[in-house]
């Protein structure tokens, strides 16, 4: 007798409503989709998303996440910008020359190094970046529609654990 024949009988002689067969896994069902390739896909949604409402306020996502990186840590150099970017070196240079051309940055000598330069955000910067904020959070509510916010927040702290244990890996 299998192991689901075993619990219909078992249900049964309880006087229960029996219970419904369990399906045996197919030998040709399809896995479930690994982790590591739906945070993937979630990630490059996301920057699709967030790149088209970006670009109605005229700024790319990597100029929106440094101006972000700014607000978040006050001054930061161009080596800080792209390692919290995720972007090159080279890449910040760019992005950092083109929003201090827009007037969202200014650059001043670090007072402890001057060999360093510090950029930091303009008040045109915070507008903008307040601007932005609404169209990202429009973005996020769309990907967070149909939880609850229990299961949103949740949801936060996973990533972030996830975050955490992959650096400190």
Not at 71 to 96: D, H, K, W
Not at 109 to 121: G, K, Q
Not at 129 to 140: G, K, M, N, S, T
């Amino acid at each position: 007798m299998s192991l689901v024949q075993t619990l219909n009988v078992t249900s049964m002689t309880r006087k229960t409503a029996p219970t419904p067969p369990v399906a045996e896994p197919s030998p040709h069902a399809v896995p479930p989709m690994r982790l590591s390739y739906l945070i993937g896909q979630l990630d490059r949604i996301v920057s699709r998303r967030l790149a088209e409402a970006l670009a109605r306020h005229g700024l790319t996502l990597p100029q929106y996440t440094a101006l972000s990186v700014l607000r978040a840590r006050g001054q930061s150099s161009n080596a800080q910008i792209a390692e919290r970017s995720f972007i090159t070196p080279q890449s910040a240079n760019e992005v950092v020359k083109t929003m201090e051309a827009q007037g969202w940055v200014t650059r001043a000598a670090d007072p402890l190094n001057r060999r360093i330069v510090l950029l930091s955000l303009t008040d045109a910067g915070v507008r903008l970046l307040a601007d932005c904020d609404a169209a990202a959070d429009h973005v996020e509510g769309a990907m967070l529609d149909d939880m609850d916010a229990q299961t949103a927040q949740a949801l936060h702290g996973l990533l972030h654990a996830c975050v955490r244990n992959l650096r400190a890996a």
